[in-house]
């Protein structure tokens, strides 16, 4: 009987409640595994604070958003002294391997520890679908929707009072929920970090807007690009910025370029809270089947991922290689419909 324990860390996510009950469902639909959810994260694995799984721990939990299992930003790197760390918990609780369910930050920490000999099976998780080596994270969906929504709403009201509205949404260093809620929502200018546009240009297109008589118009923001404005901020315990509010800065200056008057709305952590999107649970529920198979049959230093119609196996370092952007030929396509 092989035993998995479970963890969610790092930012949460729509979808992380579907992965624990498809790694759970299905580990003991197998008949050959049990479950031991590990609570808050790395924290949970560090100091031993752990619940068994069973089937009826997880009814209910498919479209509830957040994690039951709680997740924080501990790092058994920062926080421990990596493998020495966790290894107490592993043998108090008889675990053979850990489904780790983690943005990059957290499966990078997983590959180290993975490293030092801790059999980890990988569940790619964010929002900014910006993990390599998988063709779309959980989580993603739901935060279009949520942004897409936005958007149109956003559209109404900034048509009946001719404004510009800058509408800046997540991502961190990449623009793929700008890109696809840009898209979904027809802004009229989308700016991501992996392609900048001068703020002239941007203004130039508003302008051309406003002479054929459209008096309004919807700017899609990432909050990752590059303030006009040195900022300094503050780091997490991965070193990444905490970013939110460069529309604040962009906002201004397009209202001097323009003299149409600028409006902001910041979505922030709107795009992570309440309930994953269908394609969301279905993905989440796939790779969380996936990954206990792996863990049952043994399998370790993997990553499960969605490649075309299918979820595949991949070795975990090729989700940790690199932090994806958008593609340029998507944003090629978004570009043609700006103005
Ligand atoms: O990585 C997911 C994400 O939501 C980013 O889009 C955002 O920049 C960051 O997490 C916010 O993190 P926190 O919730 O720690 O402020």
């Known amino acids: 009987m092989a035993v998995i324990g479970v963890l ?16 759970t469902a299905r580990a003991l ?47 058994p790197y920062v926080h421990g002294d990596g493998y020495e760390s966790v290894k107490r918990t592993m043998l108090a609780n008889g675990l053979d391997v850990v489904v780790v369910i983690g943005g990059d930050g957290t499966l990078q920490t997983a590959l180290r520890l993975a490293d030092e000999g801790l059999p980890v099976v990988g569940v790619p998780k964010t929002i900014d679908n910006d993990i390599a080596a998988t063709d779309f994270t959980f989580g993603f969906d739901t935060a279009v929707q949520i942004a897409t929504e936005a958007i149109d709403r956003l559209t109404t009201t900034a048509e009946s009072h001719n404004r ?12 793929w929920i700008a890109t696809y809620a840009g898209l979904a929502g027809g802004a009229d200018a ?20 406003h002479r054929h008589g459209h008096g309004y118009s919807i700017v899609v923001v990432a909050e990752g690009v590059e303030p ?3 900022t300094k901020r503050p780091k997490d315990i991965f070193g990444f910025e905490r970013l ?12 001097g370029l ?12 709107l795009q992570r809270g309440g309930s994953p999107t269908a394609f969301d649970r279905v993905l989440a529920t796939r790779l969380g089947a996936a990954a206990a198979d792996l863990a049952a049959e043994g399998r370790q230093r993997v990553m499960v ?11 975990l370092e090729e989700g940790c290689a690199e932090v994806r952007g958008v593609d340029p030929e998507l944003f090629a396509v978004a570009r043609s419909f700006f103005g």
Request: glycine share 16%; net charge positive.
């Open 8 to 23: 969610t860390a790092g930012g949460d996510c729509p979808g992380l409640n579907a992965v624990i009950r498809g790694v």
């Open 305 to 315: 991922a969605m490649r075309g119609p299918q979820i595949k196996a991949v070795p």
């Open 244 to 255: 939110g509010g460069v529309a604040y800065q962009i906002a201004p200056i397009l209202e």
């Open 228 to 230: 006009p404005h040195k």
């Open 190 to 209: 989308i700016l991501i970090p992996e392609v900048p546009v001068p703020l002239e240009e941007v203004a130039a297109i508003l302008r051309r807007r």
């Open 29 to 75: 639909h197998r008949g050959d595994s049990e479950v031991v959810g590990i609570l808050h994260g790395w924290e949970g694995l560090m100091d031993g604070d752990t619940r068994p799984l069973d089937r009826d721990a997880v009814r209910g939990i498919l479209a509830r958003g957040g994690t039951i299992l709680g997740t924080s930003r501990k790092d």
């Open 258 to 269: 323009t003299g149409f008057e600028t409006r902001v709305t910041v979505l922030g952590h």
């Open 164 to 175: 510009v509205i800058l509408v800046e949404v997540m991502g961190r260093s990449k623009g």
